[in-house]
């Protein structure tokens, strides 16, 4: 879907005749890109090519002001997709029990604290279609409020959680922006009634960040918002870090060095069931290594705060606890 502020800029760039040298800088990748010459005569078709690549994923970037590194981005395209990675912050809720990011939704933004789910793949809000008692304490979407909202007539959503809790209600889009990178036309389900534990909890809805094979979108699936920027951004990725009691980051299109030690490892994920979902061969309690079962795997999901293993794996871990016992 085509945007009017992306429109906007790239005709103020039309209108600008030259630019100046710029070195264009991104301080989550510390690097720098010196950009000389008059645009229009070194690539015609770096608008073009910058506006297709937006509207291709009905993405919109917060770009840096000033028209000098505006026209930059629209002479490297590989630069405008670099400015598309963006840092969040995942906020623990009480005890760790989740983590939420702030996320802005509509026209004028309304901002909802939303929990990061790679376990799930729905993107659903409290909204202003639930009773307000259940709404207390939340932040919620008001649909009728946002100007770029669409509502999709006669789609539907609902889900249940492993825990039993659950949410459902109507569906359509509008944009939705995490951390600075915006996806245009974004699959929002707005939530006409939930569970208590949602009532009860700390987030004003999820984000889905897992395979859309998991959405429940009726009668067609809908593409999470990580699939829609997927294109767009440096590095095909996302990586979550998250504290104890801290406050810690989703970044979306590179890895950051300062967040790890050693090497980063790459397994291949099996995506049948629409999850994170990798072989688990080994697992280790202190320094002794133990093996699973081969056709044994593991889920990376990021929405709970269970630690689910086979018995073999909880029984060796507890063989460490002194006075540890079995409890039903
Ligand atoms: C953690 O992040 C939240 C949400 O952005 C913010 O409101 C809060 O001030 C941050 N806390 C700290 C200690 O930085």
Redesign the pocket.
Known sequence: MRYSSATAIVTALWAAKSVTAAPVEDPSLGFAVPVTHNFLEVNHNGPKSFNDAINKWGIEKDLPTGEHLKSDLVMHKEVAKRYADSS?????GSSDVEY???VKIGTPAQTL?LNLDTGSSDLWVFSSSQAISQTTGHDIYTPSTSSTWKKLAGFSWSIQYADGSGASGDVGTDKVTIGTTTVGTQVVEIANIVTSAFVNGGNDGIVGLGYSKLNTVSPVKAKTWFENVMSSLSNKLFTATLYHN??GTYDFGYIDSKKYTGTVKYTPILTKNGWWEFPSRNYKVGRTTYSNPSTATGIADTGTSLLLVSSGAAKAYYKTISGAQANS
């Open positions: 969040a912050v995942a906020a623990p939420t990011v702030p604290n801290k406050n």
